[in-house]
């Protein structure tokens, strides 16, 4: 546990002296800011107004952004230490591939998943200030949303960068994972259900196992519970999950998912030829 936890330490000192670190908390604080520079505190949607709206469109605008962040650093982790010779001189350290790799793994989550947060808070906190009512039941849910979304497409990004023998590799299949995740939502499945005469319920549970559109289902869920604005999909979803299922089987999915996926490059990991 101490090795790992120096690890994560290790790994979170390097991210906040690195460029993109700053380049990422810049984009997520300027897109809050815009968002109530914009203001749609002030204005009212189908009954949804204040704090909230400006919460429900942060996520979606981070749904499109905090995956392809975090894939395309992380991939570049394992990989571009291999490339720089950094597994030679960690093993002749007394620090184990478990303790180094999870290590590397934790102290990562911290930083992609702090900046996010923060930007919340700040959110938060702005409301606060301004006597505007917060929705704390939605605060709650929607960090539990991005915490899960965060570790999901990490533990793809440590797969893909120990399954990548070079940091150029592991930067290209992570950027065609994260656009292939985000054309295979919406438009996309009703182009499948329309060409190819798929039955909906094949074409939702489809849809199901994409982090991406769960994330952005379970978000929509929780101001329109209903969720008109997916038609006759919300049926199939209803039907089977219903709402707290729903938002249950989204906290828990990309948890369960990004686990395994690191779990599964561990393996490799320590099955490869580190040098």
Known sequence: MKHLLLAAKTDMSESLRSRWFMV?????????VALFMSGLTESRVMGFSGLSRVLVTYLQITM?????????TTVRSVAGDREAGVFEYMLSLPVSLFAWFWGKMLGRFVVVFLPVFLAM????????????EIPWQQVIYYTGFLLSLAWCFLGIGMLVSTLARSSDVATGIAFI????LLLFMDLILLGLL????????????????????????????????????????????L??????GYILWALLYPVGLGTV??????VMFKRSDLP
């Open 24 to 32: 990422y908390t810049l984009v997520f604080g300027g897109v809050i």
């Open 64 to 72: 499109a952004i905090l995956p392809v962040f975090v894939l395309i």
């Open 121 to 132: 808070f700040a959110a938060v906190a702005w409301g606060l200030g301004r006597d505007i």
């Open 177 to 180: 994972i994260w656009l292939g």
């Open 194 to 237: 329309i060409r190819q005469g798929l039955p909906s319920e094949t074409v939702i549970v489809l849809a199901l196992f994409n982090p991406m559109q769960v994330f952005r289902t379970a978000a929509m869920m929780l101001f329109d519970p209903q969720l008109v604005l997916l038609g006759q999909s919300a049926y199939v979803i």
């Open 239 to 244: 039907d089977n999950f219903g709402k707290q």
């Open 261 to 266: 996926c690191a779990w599964f490059g561990y």
